[in-house]
C-alpha cells in the first residue's frame, strides 16, 4: 500500500508563487513516474507535469510551462511543484499521483486558489 500525502496549498494573489509538496510512504524510486494533476470545479482532471522516477525526465501541460516546475527529494520520498505566475485559471484542486506497476495511487488533493 502507498500513501502520498500534499501540502502547500492555499490562497494566493494572481501573480504569486506556492509551493506544492507530495510526501510518499515508500521510496520515490519505486514508482515509475509521478506527477501533478489539477481538477477545477466541473471540468476534468488534467496532467500538470510529471517526473520519471531517477528524476532525469520532467514533462509539463502546455500551460504551464516556464511557469511551474516539477522536483523530487530521494533523501526526503518528496516530490514538489513549484508554482509561479499563478493567474486565476490555475484555481484547482492539485493531485499528486504516483506509478508503481500496475497501481497508479493518488493522494487526497490539495486545494489552490488564485485570486485576481
Known amino acids: 500500500q502507498v500513501q502520498l500525502v500534499e501540502s502547500g496549498g492555499g490562497l494566493v494573489q494572481a501573480g504569486g508563487s506556492l509551493r506544492l509538496s507530495c510526501a510518499a510512504s515508500?521510496?520515490?524510486?519505486?514508482?515509475?513516474?509521478m506527477a501533478w494533476h489539477r481538477q477545477a470545479p466541473g471540468k476534468q482532471r488534467e496532467l500538470v507535469a510529471g517526473?520519471?522516477?531517477?528524476?532525469?525526465?520532467?514533462d509539463y501541460a502546455d500551460f504551464v510551462k516556464g511557469r511551474f516546475t516539477i522536483s523530487r527529494d530521494s533523501t526526503k520520498n518528496t516530490m514538489y511543484l513549484q508554482l509561479n505566475a499563478l493567474k486565476p485559471d490555475d484555481t484547482a484542486v492539485y493531485y499528486c499521483?504516483?506509478?508503481?506497476?500496475?497501481?497508479?495511487?493518488w493522494g487526497q488533493g490539495i486545494q489552490v486558489t488564485v485570486s485576481s
Open positions: 499521483g504516483a506509478l508503481r506497476g500496475p497501481y497508479h495511487y
Open positions: 517526473i520519471s522516477s531517477g528524476g532525469s525526465r520532467t
Open positions: 515508500r521510496s520515490i524510486f519505486s514508482f515509475i513516474a
